[in-house]
């Protein structure tokens, strides 16, 4: 059995919801059951907040991630609250804003995640797209062609080129990081 619980944690207004469900969404896309569960702090824009994702190749019993193969987290704030739970072999990807207390064993990705959708594409609203990009070419979750049927599924229309651009993006520093 094939099984991955996956949790994307960033700072409210960062579309993180949003690129749990497309992650959901894109698992279902390739033949797998999927679970996307969600929560933030009460002052939602700007407090931490996370998305939780279970892909599996048999039935889901528990909605919530119990042991973490993959953590995302955009801010400091949210690594704070939500890197519990992840188990030794997980894995840490974060934005190069992020950093890790000491004695932290896991592999650990650091991806100008956020630059890359401000700076490098101008559009802030994107850097969720980019952190899929960045997960699925690190860790294989689900294929890419069903990411990008789900990103393009699910983006406001007239977004779809600027989203694309974005998927590509986030997999390129994705790669970059997998090379140090």
Known sequence: MEKH????????????????????????????????????????RGGASKSEVLISDEAIDFPKVRDCDLLLSLTQKSYEQY????????????????????GVTNKIYSVPIIDTAAKVLGKPMVTNIVALGAIVEISKIVSYDALEAAVLKRVPKGTEELNKKALALGYEIAKESLTK
Do not use: C
């Open 83 to 102: 890197n519990h739970g992840i188990k030794d072999t997980g894995v840490l990807i974060l934005d190069t804003s992020v950093t890790v207390e000491e």
């Open 5 to 44: 619980e996956v949790r994307l944690s960033g700072s409210g207004g960062q579309g993180l919801l949003l690129a749990g469900i497309i992650l959901a969404e894109a698992a279902i896309i390739d033949g797998k059951n999927a679970v996307q569960t969600q929560s933030y702090g009460p002052e939602a």
